[in-house]
């Protein structure tokens, strides 16, 4: 086997004896071994038990039992994912020894549901980033050219999808986490609705705005892990008890009748030209497709990346202080005292971007600049979610770029933070509104680096937002694999 298949085949065959979920992961594990040195994707790995389960799973199949709907396919988890008999690092050196005691939520699943999780992804630290660069282990590669960025911050979940070292990753999406690497990997990323994903386990950054979702090679794969992991949860107060339908179902019914909202904001002229013309392409396949594309403006769009940052700083700055050098986590060999193992503690385990963001949401949460930052970006949240909510009374689904720019090359903007936020501007109003999005490949540019479009949907109507991108997928071929054999 030269190529992954997809999740949804893989599994199939297993259940059928064409193959076994041991040659599966084995597989898995080679693939792995061969292109991980190049991409470097992953931070661990869990052979050991991923290669158990996969036992289990061909013991099931040979005696007749039922086995789970992601029956042998291996998996790669985001190192924000808690995982028992794991270290989660979350990328930094603060968490570099702290052993999982526990699963998340979505891991629980996954075993459920008899998948192979074999290892767990590179990130940008604390999932701080658009480039995967602020890793304190190592930067990720992009699969499809080692000297690019792959996207952040699950750049290393987005970058073992592409590679086909494994068929299916979940990542974490704060301001576009997964959306943004999913579009310059060439690869499929959903975050779905806020409260739609349980985040018990998932390693906080901004609790009002992450999301676990998944990554894969196509939206059927996407959909099918979106069923495992979706559902209510009482370990997390955030968790929506709403219905949770079968999102394979339907996926196929195309795109005709559907309107589909342009938003005038999203393209505009800071937006790469090769993405506007890429997307708009898009667009017209859907015209094709017997969609109807209807003008529509949000006209809050150019404060959403300000707002995000002070709302996202502000909500680490709180979530972050709990890494003292005391509870858990590294601690300073060097103290004096208590204050000063403190400083030392953090001083030497967080990474620069880390630092900068603690520091920019303690500022806009101090007494005398609440109201003038943190209060006027809440309402600023407020009025986003409001032109959202006019935009869907009109259309079933908004289509528009995802990045402003093509992938960039390694190191090119690590040291220029204003650069890096602006690679989010067309992805954070979504988290800010809680709404689900989805990253679909669209086109490649001149030097053969992929880009992607956004889909963004209404509440909970995650299963719309698929049979959107679904559509677009069957009419086209622009999910195809980079060149590792």
């Given at each position: ?23 599966i ?8 071994e ?6 470097r ?15 289990e ?35 930094s ?112 950054f ?96 150019p ?14 700055s ?33 990474g ?20 003038a ?61 809680g ?49 590792l054999?």
């Open positions: 086997m030269t190529d992954y298949p997809s999740a949804t085949s893989i599994r199939d065959s297993i259940i059928k004896g064409e193959c076994t979920a041991l040659d992961a084995a597989e898995a594990f080679r693939r792995i061969k292109h991980d040195p190049a991409v994707a992953f931070i661990s790995h869990t052979q050991k038990t991923a290669l158990d389960k996969a036992a799973v061909d013991t099931k199949i040979s005696r007749g039992k039922k086995v789970g709907a992601l029956a042998g396919v291996p998996v790669v988890i985001k190192d924000n994912i808690n995982m028992r008999g794991t270290k989660t690092t979350c990328a050196r603060i968490l570099e020894n702290y052993d999982s005691p526990y699963d998340a939520f979505v891991v629980k699943r996954l075993l459920a549901e008899d998948a192979v999780i074999v290892g767990k992804a590179n990130m940008d630290e604390f999932a701080m980033g658009s480039s995967c660069e602020n890793s304190a282990f190592h930067p990720t590669h992009n699969p499809w050219n080692p000297g690019y960025i792959p996207g952040g911050s699950s750049g290393g979940s987005a970058a073992a999808v592409a590679a086909r070292m494994t068929p299916l990753s979940l990542g974490s999406d704060t301001g576009g986490s997964i959306r943004q690497p999913a579009a310059l990997c060439g690869v499929v990323g959903i975050k779905a609705t806020y409260g739609r994903v349980s985040r018990y386990g998932l390693v906080a901004g609790s009002s705005l992450d999301q676990i979702g998944p990554i894969a090679t196509n939206v059927r794969d996407c959909a099918l892990l979106l069923n495992v992991i979706a559902g209510a949860d009482p370990n997390d107060s955030t968790s929506a008890d709403v219905p949770v339908p079968d999102f394979t179902e339907g996926i196929d019914g195309g795109a005709k009748g559907m309107k589909l909202g342009v938003p005038r904001e999203y393209f505009v002229d800071d937006i790469a030209p090769e993405i506007t013309k890429a997307v708009k392409g898009a667009l017209d396949v859907y015209k094709d497709c017997g969609a109807e594309l209807v003008d529509i403006s949000l006209p809050h769009t404060y959403a990346n300000p707002a995000y940052h002070i709302v996202a700083d502000a909500e680490a709180s979530n972050l202080a709990r890494y003292d050098g005391i509870h858990y986590g590294h601690r300073s060999e060097e103290a004096e005292n208590l204050i000063d193992l403190y400083s030392r503690s953090r001083t030497e385990g967080f620069p971007e880390v630092k900068r963001r603690i520091l920019l949401g303690t500022y806009v949460l101090s007494a005398g600049y609440y109201d930052y943190y209060l006027r970006a809440l309402k600023v949240r407020t009025l986003i979610r409001r032109d959202f909510d006019q935009a869907f009374k009109r259309v079933d689904a908004i289509v528009c770029p995802i990045t402003p720019v093509p992938p960039f090359k390694l190191g090119e903007r690590i040291d220029d933070p204003l650069q890096m936020y602006y690679c989010d501007i067309l992805t954070t109003p979504a988290n800010l509104a709404l689900p999005a989805l990253s679909l490949p669209c086109g490649f540019t001149g030097d053969g680096m992929p880009i992607g479009m956004q889909l963004m949907g209404r509440p909970f109507d995650e299963a719309t937002l698929l049979r959107v991108a679904r559509a677009f997928e069957a009419a086209t071929d622009f999910n195809r694999a980079p060149a054999s």
